[in-house]
């Protein structure tokens, strides 16, 4: 009889761990991919010979990455994200960490949310002035000389912010400052997922520096992935 | 006290003069047509000037020694004409002085200045920004395209403010980090500041030149040898200043025509 009961409780034990897991952290997902249509500008070369140190990090030279694209039409450094529908997020504990390398921006576009640690490191032989361009949060500009540990800083509200560095012009990057953990950075092949999204209706938004925005609505409601797709409109010039 | 003054003041006179006088200092290779007006004027400049500083440090010397460890109450010389006399007499000096070197030096400087480059130069325009100069050809049509300040883009490369969505001289334009241009073929140098005040230095050019911010300066050289050579900002233009430099190549015509080729094959 005892042997029996155990075993009836963990049966139960165990059905209860599966509910948990499966209904748990998951909730719905919005996936998709972020493509193009048209011809895209022709990225330019960066011509960085006045800073050898950095110069010499890059085998063949760098190009511009105002549109970055990849097979069949993707689209890259798009920022996809829940511009509505869902509640504001407490910063994540981690910081989002920033890197100057070979006179570049890495990545090219960082997303991150308010009030987030932004940690941003030089790794080049050669002084950096990091400045962003907010428009409605505080503006700063930092140097940085080669050796100096991470700058640490925060945003207090959502903003794309474009970022430049007053050393080096050729330098170009973004900050998303965003305001829920829902988000994502398309890379290597325009597509993204964005996960954990309890059953409501929300805003989907992409969000590309050289296209602009587009928005989609889109309602969860359950444990289903639906699909949600961008198609911005390149242009040569 | 005197005498020993005199002495020190002798040697200090002899040994800052004995570097010059012996060329220890050796000017950089010239590279251009009239770097040897240049170079000549320096070393007039500095003739006259050393002399100058010869007699009187030696003067000095001289008059210390000999009049040193005097008793008080000796009567004091004074030459006839009183101040005004000597002050006349150093305002002609040196006034002759310097419009000797100046009527010297107008060759040179008209060479460089007064003259205008010639009508088939290769054109060329320089801007100079914080803290990077970029370069400017017109392309395949031979024209400039008209400038936007609001065009500027640097995350995109379009340094000048040129419009290629709507403007299709700008579509060949050719933007450089370096300035590359043929050996003995002139290049008319149009400067132009995008922010503040920069200034555009080769010394194998002997060409110093600053960027005026509303102003559009002309330069015009003709190149000798083959080589790469440093330009540097040699106006205090801000922060990055140290490292605002870019180079000039100077190519063999077979080469620049190549290198022309690929740069316009890239737009």
Known sequence: MQGKSGYVAGLVALAVCAIVVHAGPSGGTVSGKVTYEGTPAKQKTIDMSKEPSCAKQHATPIVTETVVTG??????????????????????????????KGCQYLPHVLAFQV????????????????????????????????????????????????????????????????????????????????ANLPPGKYTITAWHESYGDQSQEVTISGNETKPVNFVFKAKPY | MGKFFAVILTIITLASAYPIVTHQYVQPVDISTHGHAIDEQLSDTMAEAGFAFLGAQLLLAFFVWKFSGRKGGSKVFHLPGGAKLMVATAFILVGTEVLALGVLGQKAWAEVYFTAPKPDALQVQAQAGQFAFYFRYPGVDGKFASLHPDKIDEGNANFFGLDPANDIEARDDIVTAELDVPINREVHLMLHAKDVGHSFYVRELRLQQDFVPGLDLSLHFTATKTGKFEILCTQLCGLGHYSMKAYLNVLSQEDFDKWMKDRAAEQ
């Open chain 1, 71 to 100: 097979p069949n039409n993707a689209l890259d450094n798009v920022v996809v994200y829940v511009s509505a529908g869902a509640p504001d997020d407490a910063a994540p504990s981690q910081a989002a960490k920033f890197d100057q």
């Open chain 1, 115 to 194: 009030n987030q640690t932004l940690q941003i490191a030089n790794d080049d032989q050669t002084s950096h002035n990091i400045h962003p361009l907010p428009k409605i949060n505080r503006e700063w500009n930092k140097s940085q000389p080669p050796g100096t540990p991470p700058i640490e800083e925060k945003y207090d509200k959502a903003e794309f912010i474009p970022v430049k560095c007053n050393i080096h012009p050729w330098m170009h990057g973004n900050f998303a400052v965003l305001k829920n953990s829902h988000y994502a950075v398309t890379a290597d092949g325009g597509s993204f997922s964005l």
